[in-house]
């Protein structure tokens, strides 16, 4: 340990109190010195252990904390080569003078000062983190939007096959991989979307990303400069509008009624936008299916207007009724709409796998902007869903989740008939995973979320899908009610419940 020659004078403080506060974090990493050594270093930062102040000897720290003498002069060396401690011959070892106090416990008082000095956002990061939600995990409740049924997935399946991939590709799952995606798993979605959404494309086309919210950033920052405007569907999804306004787009809030977005408003609002974010197939949050004249409308528009079409087709496998619909990017032939798709939604959320495929001609570029962005998604779950495809064991998947989810349904309509009658109408959807309810005149359903906050349930708050008064009419009242996730006794769980909330805001009025 370093020496100091320094004369110490009769003012030094000495730390035997240290004896009775010192404890050691056994849960943290590294052994028993690195954990002296990060206690150690706590006080000294924090200004508990001030400039000057004598340390007890290695010895008597050792018996305190019934350690060898040998761990403890690891860690005093340690403190001791980073300049936290130094030691003075035939004196002990101190706190190091030479540390800087502005490094050290600052005084109360600065406090406040001291915050004004703290790095500024700038006003386009003030912009974003008004837009961003709180962080955190969405809440796991009964009626909870964006989980899908869990229960029924075979985990045990996707277990063997992790394993099988990475024992068959070893190395190459660890190297950096191709920002367009995993070549199999390319090619496993293009031919999957054929046959299955109308979606006709060579696997060049198909990108593969963490999440369809990617696609409507990616298309925002290559498609429209800062200024332009994009249609976004009133009401619609918070987090694809939140892509599009942090890349500097002007929203125009297009109406979406029984026929899904009303293209005469669009071209009424915004003839000349450069995009437009739509899920055309099951609108959310309202369920609602464009009609094939707004299909073709909006197609019509979107080629005299020079603009493109954000496609999220983010629950089109679940339609109960028949065939899915064909995707906008089949109707077009893949000349003006980005198609999106989402494996979160048909696996589990924690995949962070989806995909886009874009007009050829626009590949390469989003190409090396995916790679720009965050380089490459993990490749090992590519591999394993390329995997799971191939085998047929994702169609499979679908095919059983269709009927379950349609089970589930009409599990919630039952109840809601025996519960919420009067309270919340709920429609069978011929689509989803979510039903939408309105409530009575004069309730809010942001009251009804406040009365369900101490409960197992919290369903979807229809107002926080509109424009947050950048629309003309006030935002409707409703509720999402997720049913995929939930077998019966928790769906009759959460209905009563509601049903006690809804109450409780009708008496507060």
């Given at each position: 340990m370093a020496r100091s020659s320094r004369p110490r004078t009769s003012t030094r403080r000495d730390s035997t109190a240290l004896l009775d506060n010192l404890a050691l974090d056994e849960s943290a990493p590294g052994g028993r010195a690195r954990q002296i050594y990060r206690a150690l270093q706590t006080l000294i930062l924090s200004g508990a252990l001030k400039s000057g102040t004598r340390l007890p000897?290695?010895?008597?720290?050792?018996?305190?904390?019934?350690?060898?003498?040998?761990?403890?002069?690891?860690?005093f060396e340690l403190l001791a080569a980073e300049g936290y401690i130094e030691g003075a011959h035939g004196s002990g070892t101190y706190v190091s003078r030479a540390l800087e106090r502005e490094l050290l416990g600052k005084p109360p008082r600065r406090a406040r000062a001291e915050a004004q000095t703290a790095p500024r956002l700038s006003s386009r990061g003030q912009f974003i983190r008004r837009l961003a939600a709180a962080p955190g995990p969405p809440p796991l409740k009964i009626f909870a939007p964006g989980i899908p049924a869990l229960d029924a997935f075979p985990f045990e399946e996707w277990r063997r096959l992790l394993a099988r991939v990475s024992r068959r590709e070893g190395r190459r799952l660890f190297y950096p991989a191709d920002p367009r995606g995993w070549p199999a798993l390319r090619q496993a979605i293009a031919a999957y979307l054929g046959p299955a959404r109308g979606v006709v494309c060579e696997p060049h086309q198909v990108i593969i990303l963490s999440s369809a919210r990617q696609a409507v950033d990616l298309a925002a920052r290559l498609l429209a400069d800062p200024g332009d405007t994009v249609w976004t569907e009133e009401p619609g999804y918070p987090e694809s509008r939140a892509a599009l306004e942090a890349a500097g787009l002007a929203l125009a809030f297009v109406p979406v009624d029984g026929e899904g977005l009303s293209t005469a408003d669009g071209r009424r609002l915004a003839p000349h936008a450069k995009l437009a974010s739509v899920t055309p197939?099951?609108?959310?949050?309202?369920?609602?299916t464009m009609s094939l004249a707004r299909r073709l409308d909006l197609l019509a528009w979107a080629r005299s207007a020079d603009a493109v079409v954000v496609e999220d087709d983010f629950n089109g496998e679940f339609r109960y009724g028949g065939r899915p619909l064909t995707a906008l990017y089949g109707l077009d032939g893949g000349e003006r709409v980005i198609y999106t798709g989402t494996f979160s939604r048909a696996m589990f959320p924690a995949l962070r796998l989806a995909y886009m495929v874009s007009p050829a001609p626009l590949s390469d570029a989003f190409v090396r902007a995916r790679g720009q962005l965050d380089g490459?998604?993990?490749?090992?779950?590519?591999?394993?869903?390329?995997?799971f495809m191939a085998a047929g064991s994702f169609a499979a998947h679908i095919r059983r989740m269709r009927a379950l989810?349609?089970?589930?349904?009409?599990t919630l309509v039952e109840l809601a008939k025996r519960h919420l009658k009067g309270a919340l109408e709920l429609e069978p959807s011929d689509a989803g995973l979510h039903l939408v309810g309105r409530l009575p005149p004069g309730i809010s359903d942001e009251d009804v979320a406040l009365a369900l906050a101490d409960t197992r349930v919290a369903p979807g708050v229809l107002s926080r899908f509109?424009?947050?008064?950048?629309?003309?009419k006030p935002a409707p009242s409703g509720l999402l009610l997720n049913y995929a996730p939930w077998a019966?006794?928790?769906?009759?769980?959460?209905?009563?419940a509601l049903a006690r909330a809804i109450e409780a805001a009708a008496r507060a009025r």
């Open positions: 000897s290695t010895r008597t720290l050792a018996r305190h904390l019934e350690l060898s003498r040998t761990t403890v002069i690891a860690a197939s099951h609108h959310y949050p309202l369920g609602t490459y998604a993990v490749a090992i779950t590519q591999a394993a869903v390329a995997e989810y349609k089970e589930r349904q009409d509109y424009g947050a008064g950048r629309t003309p019966a006794a928790e769906l009759r769980e959460g209905v009563i």
